[in-house]
């Protein structure tokens, strides 16, 4: 393999002298999806948070596509190409969905939405718009304010608005929380669909999901890295059998 897409070495998060991540060091590979998985309170979502660049360290280094990062800020690194979405969806409620992926086509040129712009480039906004929606599965929302998505689809427009700043790494945020399981289906079938061409990083509880979408899994307890692998070799692992049968300490 060439060099890894996100390397992370040494990671340290601490919270008034409790250690939430202590000496986590990652390689994401390119056009992989990889997954980051644990008990309750393993760390997971801290070690996310650094990675997607909402916490900064206490000590550590993370690298982008051979480039430190670990002093940007989020914003910096979606516009280059490193996009996070979120467990609790981010959308705004009250414009449509047609109108929700505008504003995230529209940031990624790191414009404010608005209305100035040229006909022809609001066209081709609306056009790259609606073949992401279409791409979701949300081809007879478009006109569908957000709060009025079924949860399912809600996040299913999270994605379509992930996907407008065209990232070439997407952080995915227990992307199924909360779902029936008809709606983790339609989302896990979008994820394999999407990540094509990309790389996908995933917080993610559910182990069906999964085994069936990830090539390497990273098993978190207490902040460090407890075992990493493929989802058998990981899945047969004592260690792992026991910190989600005794919980995962704390994170």
Same mark, same amino acid.
């Given at each position: #393999?060439?060099?890894?897409?996100?390397?992370?070495?040494?990671?340290?998060?601490?919270?008034?002298?409790?250690?939430?991540?202590?000496?986590v060091?990652?390689?994401? /590979?390119?056009?992989?999806?990889h997954?980051?998985?644990?008990?309750?309170g393993?760390?997971?979502?801290?070690?996310?948070?650094?990675?997607?660049?909402?916490?900064?360290?206490?000590?550590?280094?993370?690298?982008?596509?051979?480039?430190?990062?670990?002093?940007?800020?989020?914003?910096?690194? %979606?516009?280059?190409?490193l996009?996070?979405?979120?467990?609790?969806?981010?959308?705004? %409620?009250?414009? =449509?969905?047609?109108?929700?992926?505008? #504003?995230?086509?529209?940031?990624?040129?790191?414009e404010s939405?608005?209305?100035?712009?040229?006909?022809?480039?609001?066209? %081709?906004?609306?056009t790259r718009?609606?073949?992401?929606?279409d791409?979701?599965g949300?081809?007879?929302?478009?006109?569908?304010?957000?709060a /009025?998505?079924?949860?399912?689809?809600?996040?299913?427009?999270?994605?379509?608005?992930?996907?407008?700043m065209?990232?070439?790494?997407?952080l995915?945020?227990?992307?199924?929380?909360?779902?029936?399981?008809e709606?983790?289906?339609?989302?896990?079938?979008?994820?394999? =669909?999407?990540?094509?061409?990309?790389t996908?990083?995933?917080?993610?509880?559910?182990l069906?999901?999964?085994?069936?979408?990830?090539?390497?899994?990273?098993?978190?307890?207490?902040?460090?890295?407890?075992? /990493?692998?493929?989802?058998?070799?990981? %899945?047969?692992?004592?260690?792992?059998?026991?910190?989600?049968?005794?919980?995962?300490?704390?994170?």
């Amino acid at each position: #393999m060439g060099e890894p897409i996100i390397q992370a070495s040494n990671l340290v998060k601490n919270f008034k002298g409790f250690h939430a991540v202590n000496g986590v060091s990652l390689n994401v /590979e390119p056009g992989t999806i990889h997954a980051l998985i644990g008990a309750n309170g393993a760390g997971k979502t801290t070690c996310f948070n650094l990675l997607s660049k909402f916490l900064a360290p206490t000590s550590g280094a993370i690298r982008f596509k051979g480039r430190d990062i670990t002093r940007y800020k989020p914003d910096r690194v %979606a516009r280059e190409g490193l996009v996070r979405s979120f467990q609790i969806s981010a959308v705004f %409620a009250s414009l =449509t969905a047609l109108e929700n992926v505008g #504003m995230a086509l529209q940031r990624r040129r790191g414009e404010s939405f608005d209305f100035w712009n040229s006909p022809k480039k609001l066209a %081709a906004d609306r056009t790259r718009a609606e073949e992401l929606l279409d791409q979701v599965g949300l081809n007879g929302d478009y006109h569908t304010p957000a709060a /009025e998505l079924p949860y399912g689809r809600k996040r299913a427009l999270e994605i379509a608005t992930t996907l407008g700043m065209d990232p070439e790494v997407m952080l995915l945020d227990e992307p199924t929380a909360g779902m029936a399981t008809e709606d983790v289906s339609r989302i896990t079938r979008l994820i394999q =669909t999407v990540a094509a061409g990309r790389t996908v990083l995933m917080v993610e509880h559910n182990l069906g999901v999964v085994s069936e979408l990830c090539d390497r899994v990273t098993v978190l307890a207490r902040g460090e890295i407890l075992v /990493e692998g493929d989802y058998d070799t990981v %899945a047969r692992d004592e260690r792992v059998i026991e910190s989600y049968i005794g919980g995962g300490g704390h994170g």
